[in-house]
């Protein structure tokens, strides 16, 4: 009986909280989809969408929207998805919008973009 009030006290929690709007329950894809959106920003350590290393995204893949150089001769791209990533160094890409592009995480923070099957180039995320 002790173990059907638990039950009760723990549904009645949870129609409450549902009530007030204070709870939000999603599947598996859409927190992927928000973890490769967030991909490439510096935030704090959360456990809002999960803490499961089988869950981390490792990689991007997209295609270019939009392209602006930058005064340092760079360019920034503006991804299908709205994010903007900046390249900081190697040799010159040669962007064009349409094409694809796949970002990676590579060693100490940093990230890693091959556009159309190129050899990668260092970039860095930027805020929108």
């Not at 089988?54 to 602006?68: C, G, L, M, N, P």
């Not at 970002?103 to 923070?109: D, E, F, M, T, V």
């Amino acid at each position: 009986m002790a173990r059907l009030g638990c039950y009760d006290r723990a549904v009645e929690a949870l129609n409450t909280a549902k009530a007030a709007n204070e709870l939000v329950v999603t599947d598996r894809a859409t927190v992927r989809e928000a973890k490769k959106g967030l991909f490439g920003l510096a935030l704090p350590s959360l456990k809002l969408f999960g803490g499961g290393k089988d869950e981390e995204v490792t990689e991007i893949e997209s295609k270019i929207a939009a392209i602006r150089m930058a005064s340092d001769g760079f360019p920034t791209f503006t991804l299908d998805d709205g994010a903007r990533w900046k390249q900081t160094d190697g040799r010159n890409t040669y962007p064009k919008p349409g094409q694809k592009i796949r970002i990676r995480k590579a060693a100490l923070g940093s990230y890693i973009a091959s556009i159309n099957g190129q050899p990668g180039v260092r970039v860095v995320r930027q805020a929108n």
